[in-house]
Nanobody
């Protein structure tokens, strides 16, 4: 069984940076594609970024391209706990949302239905 725990959210000003982390425990994690989604109040959960199982291919929503970078710890495949990161630069007020780490079976996985596991989310608030 895989469990996901996000961290790194917070309150920042426009233009600042944040790095979100997703700690995943479970022996099957290394074979899963991973995604980051976000959900703002009153809106549906939307795709932000995805990374394939090996970490060598990524995909981004248009809103994230050029500002966000997704990566995963590739050096610890033999260790039960692995980490996926979302580096967010040049943050904007419209990036304010709860960010969720998602684990799934396919890549790039632009839809929530492409994933079968997610964490509790971490709040990101960007003030203008």
């Amino acid at each position: 069984q895989v469990e996901l725990v996000e961290s790194g959210g917070g309150l920042v000003q426009a233009g600042d940076s944040l790095r979100l982390s997703c700690a995943a425990s479970g022996r099957t994690f290394s074979s899963l594609a991973m995604g980051w989604f976000r959900q703002a109040p009153g809106k549906e959960r939307e795709f932000v970024a995805a990374i394939n199982w090996s970490g060598d291919t990524t995909d981004y929503a248009d809103s994230a391209k050029g500002r966000f970078t997704v990566s995963r710890d590739k050096t610890k495949h033999a260790v039960p706990v692995h980490t996926v990161y979302l580096q967010m630069n040049s943050l904007k007020p419209e990036d304010t949302a709860v960010y969720y780490c998602m684990a799934g079976g396919g890549f790039p996985g632009h839809f929530v239905a492409d994933y079968h596991l997610w964490g509790q989310g971490t709040q990101v608030t960007v003030s203008s």
